[in-house]
């Protein structure tokens, strides 16, 4: 019933909000962190016209896992599989060096499933549309260029999933001279 896609979603938010509540994004304003899930759930909804109650949960709870600590177990038993699932393939293995976790993620792209697909494409747009306002806290010039020519060989292997999400991406990748 739709009151249960409501419920579930308000408990997704809720959630991330008090799992995220101590961390910031790392833009000049140190904008709460809870501000990126959310954003990136708008665009799905607001942009690409997505209602699919697994992948909007997904988004919401996206980051989770990788950034705090929540665990995988936690969030099946709190939200179920479906999206437990589709979290699992958007959160990098942080036990990794981080040069090998960017490197999975060019490789993971093209076999991911279409729900993840959808949210790592948001995702991906919400950061660059930062990094367009403004470089990170500590970043040179450099290494947002490389953040952005990164971005466009997972976005790469993305593609063929959400179209208007794909346009705004190429948009920027346009502007910034990747294509
Ligand atoms: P990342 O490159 O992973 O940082 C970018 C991530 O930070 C984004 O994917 C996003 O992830 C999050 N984020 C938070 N705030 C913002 C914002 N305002 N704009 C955009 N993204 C934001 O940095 P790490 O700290 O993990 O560093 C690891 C990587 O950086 C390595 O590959 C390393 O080689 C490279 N590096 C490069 C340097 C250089 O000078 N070229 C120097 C040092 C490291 P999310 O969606 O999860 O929030
Ligand atoms: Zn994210």
Same mark, same amino acid.
């Given at each position: ?29 140190s ?9 990136v ?5 607001h ?28 969030? @099946?038993?709190? +939200? ?5 699932? #589709? ?10 060096? *981080? =040069? ?33 306002k403004?470089?990170p ?7 947002? @260029?490389?953040? +952005? ?5 997972? #976005? ?6 959400c179209?208007?999400?794909? *346009? =705004? ?11």
């Amino acid at each position: 019933a739709q009151g249960d896609v409501l419920i579930n979603l308000i408990e997704c938010v809720d959630f991330a909000a008090i799992k995220h509540r101590n961390q910031r994004r790392k833009d000049s304003d140190s904008t709460p962190y809870i501000n990126h899930p959310i954003g990136v759930a708008r665009i799905l909804t607001h942009e690409a016209g997505i209602q699919d109650i697994v992948i909007l949960q997904a988004a919401l709870l996206h980051d989770t896992v990788e950034d705090t600590d929540t665990t995988f177990e936690e969030l @099946e038993k709190k +939200f179920g599989k479906a999206v437990t699932k #589709v979290v699992r393939e958007v959160t990098d293995d942080k036990s990794l060096p *981080s =040069e090998e976790r960017k490197r999975l993620q060019i490789v993971h792209a093209p076999t991911s499933s279409p729900e993840a697909k959808a949210v790592k494409l948001a995702d991906k747009l919400y950061n660059l549309r930062d990094l367009c306002k403004g470089t990170p806290r500590g970043w040179s010039s450099k290494r947002c @260029e490389e953040y +952005f020519k990164w971005s466009k060989k997972v #976005v790469d292997g993305l593609r063929g999933t959400c179209p208007i999400i794909e *346009s =705004e991406l190429d948009k920027i990748f346009t502007a910034k001279g990747l294509m």
